[in-house]
């Protein structure tokens, strides 16, 4: 089979079975001895990080999200006038009564109909007066429910087995943040290196839980922590060095005055790097197949062409996956540039605020670790390789 055909079958994402390649000893032992270490380094840095119960508990759910005594019963919609809606109560002392509250105009045009669920927002009585009701959401579980059953489907329907095992790494995923990120975020510990941390964590579950215990998986989990270093690094370094706040939106206001003891900064650069995770280890998984792919297909090939070849793979990769991360942040931020059109200065001007400034920086540190990852795991897999005079059946790892 030509170069060419391997790298076709590569686009394919198709992969290769490492037992078709012998990886020699040394590569063997330093590439797992090293990931090893970082691993170990990894846990040790979750235990010290882990923040304290207590603490962690005296701030989850400090913050009252409304005055004593008022609560938020759900409500069938019974008929809509305008801006008004006409609903009955469906659970609490008020069960069974119908309650007519003023919507904004949005909701209004919004669609909601006969039927439909909404969220009422109920002050309890006071002197001399009945308890008042007043819109607070639309109940929207049961379509959030469907469209996650719908998407876990069609996940096992065209992944099969290895759609349950990305699965099983999401659900890991977000055990980990919530359980450890987010309140060690939360009790002020380094923000940076909790991030650092709690993606190393991630990867090691997520890629070798997906893709299968092997020196290919390894290979590229080695080049993907690289990417990761990259975007911490330069991330903290653009952010400081562009003298970014990091608390422009509501949230940061909250987290000030309940939580005055967090880096605005530092948890910006914490966001970029959690950001950037997915796309990361979509590139660099496909450089190292792509790799494997043209040792299998190609044995005589030499080192210096075998990573040449990758590379040409990688490139059409890197093009893409730039794509996706600018138009994920601007999917993100489309409200604000839709403002940035009513302003009557020039948008080099606006591009110095905070708000414009913090989205240009995330996507191109992003940006930045992903293309110097794919290189850097083309490099890691060409070494790791047999050589083109090594190659034989065998098995891997």
């Given at each position: 089979?030509?170069?060419?055909?391997?790298?076709?079958?590569?686009?394919?994402?198709?992969?290769?079975?490492?037992?078709?390649?012998?990886?020699?000893?040394?590569?063997?032992?330093?590439?797992?001895?090293?990931?090893?270490?970082?691993?170990?380094?990894?846990?040790?840095?979750?235990?010290?990080?882990?923040?304290?119960?207590?603490?962690?508990?005296?701030?989850?759910?400090?913050?009252?999200?409304?005055?004593?005594?008022?609560?938020?019963?759900?409500?069938?919609?019974?008929?809509?006038?305008?801006?008004?809606?006409?609903?009955?109560?469906?659970e609490g002392e008020d069960r069974g009564t119908e309650v007519t509250v003023e919507v904004p105009p949005q909701v209004a045009a919004s669609g909601l109909d006969t039927?439909?669920?909404?969220?009422?927002?109920?002050?309890?009585?006071?002197?001399?007066?009945?308890?008042?009701f007043g819109y607070f959401g639309t109940n929207r579980s049961a379509d959030l429910w469907l469209l996650a059953a719908l998407f876990v489907a069609v996940v096992l329907?065209?992944?099969?087995?290895?759609?349950?095992?990305?699965?099983?790494?999401?659900?890991?995923?977000?055990?980990?943040?919530?359980?450890?990120?987010?309140?060690?975020?939360?009790?002020?510990?380094?923000?940076?290196?909790?991030?650092?941390?709690?993606?190393?964590?991630?990867?090691?579950?997520?890629?070798?839980?997906?893709?299968?215990?092997s020196v290919r998986t390894s290979a590229a989990l080695a080049g993907t922590l690289g990417g990761l270093a990259i975007t911490a690094a330069i991330g903290r370094w653009?952010?400081?060095?562009?003298?970014?706040?990091?608390?422009?939106?509501?949230?940061?206001?909250?987290?000030?005055?309940?939580?005055?003891?967090?880096?605005?900064?530092?948890?910006?650069?914490?966001?970029?790097?959690?950001?950037?995770?997915?796309?990361?280890?979509?590139?660099?998984?496909?450089?190292?197949?792509?790799?494997?792919?043209?040792?299998?297909?190609?044995?005589?090939?030499?080192?210096?062409?075998?990573?040449?070849?990758?590379?040409?793979?990688?490139?059409?990769?890197?093009?893409?996956?730039?794509?996706?991360?600018?138009?994920?942040?601007?999917?993100?931020?489309?409200?604000?540039?839709?403002?940035?059109?009513?302003?009557?200065?020039?948008?080099?001007?606006?591009?110095?605020?905070?708000?414009?400034?913090?989205?240009?920086?995330?996507?191109?540190?992003?940006?930045?670790?992903?293309?110097?990852?794919?290189?850097?795991?083309?490099?890691?897999?060409?070494?790791?390789?047999?050589?083109?005079?090594?190659?034989?059946?065998?098995?891997?790892?």
């Amino acid at each position: 089979m030509g170069q060419d055909d391997a790298v076709g079958r590569t686009h394919s994402h198709r992969a290769v079975n490492d037992d078709e390649l012998v990886v020699g000893p040394v590569p063997r032992v330093v590439l797992l001895s090293a990931l090893g270490l970082i691993g170990v380094a990894a846990i040790i840095a979750i235990v010290l990080l882990w923040p304290e119960g207590e603490a962690a508990d005296d701030l989850r759910g400090s913050v009252g999200f409304a005055a004593p005594g008022v609560t938020f019963p759900d409500a069938e919609v019974v008929s809509v006038q305008g801006d008004s809606i006409s609903a009955e109560v469906l659970e609490g002392e008020d069960r069974g009564t119908e309650v007519t509250v003023e919507v904004p105009p949005q909701v209004a045009a919004s669609g909601l109909d006969t039927g439909d669920r909404i969220e009422l927002i109920r002050t309890p009585a006071g002197e001399g007066s009945d308890a008042t009701f007043g819109y607070f959401g639309t109940n929207r579980s049961a379509d959030l429910w469907l469209l996650a059953a719908l998407f876990v489907a069609v996940v096992l329907w065209v992944a099969r087995l290895r759609g349950v095992l990305a699965l099983v790494g999401l659900a890991f995923s977000a055990a980990l943040v919530w359980l450890f990120v987010l309140p060690a975020l939360l009790t002020g510990e380094p923000a940076v290196l909790v991030a650092v941390t709690g993606s190393v964590a991630i990867l090691y579950v997520v890629l070798y839980t997906t893709h299968g215990f092997s020196v290919r998986t390894s290979a590229a989990l080695a080049g993907t922590l690289g990417g990761l270093a990259i975007t911490a690094a330069i991330g903290r370094w653009a952010v400081g060095s562009a003298h970014l706040a990091g608390n422009t939106d509501e949230g940061s206001s909250v987290l000030s005055t309940f939580a005055d003891n967090l880096s605005f900064q530092s948890l910006l650069v914490a966001a970029i790097i959690l950001a950037g995770l997915g796309v990361l280890n979509d590139v660099t998984i496909t450089q190292a197949s792509a790799v494997w792919e043209l040792r299998v297909a190609s044995p005589s090939m030499p080192r210096a062409q075998l990573f040449s070849s990758a590379m040409r793979i990688g490139r059409d990769h890197i093009a893409s996956s730039i794509y996706t991360i600018v138009f994920a942040y601007l999917g993100t931020a489309l409200t604000l540039l839709l403002v940035i059109q009513l302003y009557d200065r020039p948008v080099l001007d606006l591009m110095g605020t905070e708000e414009i400034a913090t989205e240009v920086i995330r996507s191109l540190t992003s940006s930045i670790g992903l293309v110097l990852a794919v290189p850097l795991t083309t490099l890691i897999a060409v070494i790791t390789v047999p050589s083109a005079t090594r190659g034989s059946p065998g098995m891997d790892f």
